[in-house]
């Protein structure tokens, strides 16, 4: 009969931590493998853009949030570059433990892997951790603009197909992806002028050189709210509650365009289940904070709810959406 007690963690765990106090292990390690958990030290999240833009902005609330959530700290990453296919592939290809997340999007899952060479494969290679949210398509022109209305730009358009242009941020960026579909619904031709990033093209728009633009509302909505420019129709199901008098594009008779930027949460394809629920349940818990969804709000997000199969169904149908779309308009990458 075996009579031998069974032997208790605290005495093991307080020896593995006097033997790493006295130099011969280091401690940290052995804590987090001898307790286990997630997470086990700082979460990275690597944002695809340059620090500043609305994606930091984004990725920097969240970090700081679901890091309060997870009771860890969050280190924003900013890996900008190759149309944000650079820090992607970065995810892509980091530990599958959870530590290290993606802020991406439409670009990085739908548009730039169709425009240029992707080391990782979008649908694969990641694991969902949840839609943080979107922003819909604004068109905008400025605040002294001749054109009243979409159908005047609709109008002019047709009367002489290259006498209205729109700007963008690039060759299928959102800006472009959007103003393609349009043109392509309302059976009409513009000029599509692309800008190399920046703010230049915004800059062109409130100067009078560039008639319209087929803009986020992520970055118009501080510019409507200045005044410094004006909004023509929204790309949403409904009226957006800041602009209860601007018509949505299905009031203005094309229920056909649906379109918006989006902002989504991956970790590296096989993390594990149990990591990545716990990372889908704190993405979950931040959104539904009021101080989260005020902010969002702020920068003309509409809130997800962090569901990760809701996200992983969406990815493919979108996928191939935005790569038909990008083949039916013949966009290449700049």
Do not use: C
């Not at 002489?160 to 009409?188: C, R, T, W």
């Not at 000029?191 to 409130?206: C, E, F, Q, S, T």
């Not at 023509?232 to 203005?252: F, I, K, M, N, Y």
């Not at 149990?274 to 009021?290: E, Q, R």
């Amino acid at each position: 009969m075996n009579t031998r007690k069974p032997v208790s963690r605290r005495p093991l765990l307080a020896a593995m931590a006097s033997l790493a106090l006295a130099g011969a292990l280091p401690l940290a390690p052995i804590l987090a493998q001898a307790q286990g958990g997630f997470p086990s030290k700082p979460i990275t999240m690597v944002v695809p853009y340059p620090a500043g833009g609305a994606n930091d902005m984004l990725g920097r609330l969240l970090g700081q949030k679901m890091g309060e959530v997870l009771g860890t700290p969050a280190i924003i990453d900013n890996k900008p570059g190759a149309g944000a296919l650079l820090g992607a592939g970065i995810v892509a290809k980091a530990p599958a433990d959870g530590h290290t997340l993606l802020v991406g999007g439409l670009a990085t899952h739908a548009a730039s892997p169709h425009l240029l060479k992707a080391d990782y494969d979008p649908l694969k290679d990641f694991e969902p951790i949840g839609m943080i949210g979107r922003a819909p398509i604004i068109i905008i022109t400025a605040a002294d603009s001749p054109y009243k209305s979409l159908k005047d730009v609709v109008d002019a358009a047709r009367k002489d197909p290259q006498a209205i242009m729109y700007g963008s941020s690039g060759n299928g960026s959102p800006l472009h992806l959007a103003g393609e579909l349009f043109l392509s619904i309302a059976k009409v031709n513009m000029v599509h002028i692309p800008y190399k990033g920046g703010n230049a093209h915004i800059i062109d728009l409130i100067g009078g050189r560039v008639p319209i633009i087929f803009d986020t509302a992520t970055n118009s909505m501080p510019l409507l709210r200045g005044g410094k420019v004006r909004a023509l129709a929204v790309g949403s199901a409904t009226r957006l509650p800041d602009l209860p008098d601007v018509p949505t594009l299905a009031e203005l008779g094309y229920p056909q365009f649906e379109f918006s930027a989006w902002y989504a949460l991956f970790a590296p394809a096989k993390t594990p289940a149990d990591v990545t629920a716990k990372l889908s349940a704190a993405l979950a818990k931040t959104l539904k904070m009021p101080e989260v969804a005020a902010k969002l709000g702020e920068l003309g997000v509409s809130v997800g709810n962090g569901s990760a199969s809701e996200l992983r169904s969406f990815l493919p149908g979108e996928y191939q959406r935005v790569g038909n779309l990008i083949k039916t308009a013949k966009i290449k990458a700049d």
